[in-house]
Nanobody, 122 residues
């Protein structure tokens, strides 16, 4: 299974970006797509996750109300819409895929994308 993350970039505070995570190379039933991020000098942290059928999205407290996860099951692609971005959202964002029961921990996920840089300027 390969995951290709894209959509990162440089944006001013208050702006928006949409990240995409396209999955290929496997047989997909129902799974959970997760998003994590790692800021310089910090550990990787959970951001959001959603089931491939579109149900059960949940978010880290730091992004609730600003970020929205979604998916296009036909395209095997997950999305993370990021609005009202803040400088503290600056990080490399990773997508990951795990089983239905995958939670907010890295160990719950089996496959990882390569990461995409998001930089928010003040």
């Amino acid at each position: 299974v390969q995951l290709q993350a894209s959509g990162g970039g440089l944006v001013q505070a208050g702006g928006s970006l949409r990240l995409s995570c396209a999955a290929s190379g496997g047989t997909f039933g129902t799974y959970r797509a997760g998003w994590f991020r790692q800021a310089p000098g910090k550990e990787r942290e959970f951001v959001a996750a959603i089931l491939s059928n579109g149900y059960s999205p949940y978010y880290a407290d730091s992004v609730k109300g600003r970020f929205t996860s979604s998916r296009d099951k036909a395209k095997n692609t997950a999305y993370l819409q990021m609005n009202s971005l803040k400088p503290e959202d600056t990080a490399v964002y990773y997508c990951a895929v795990g089983p239905i029961g995958a939670g907010p921990q890295e160990k719950d996920y089996d496959y990882w994308g390569q990461g995409t840089q998001v930089t928010v300027s003040s």
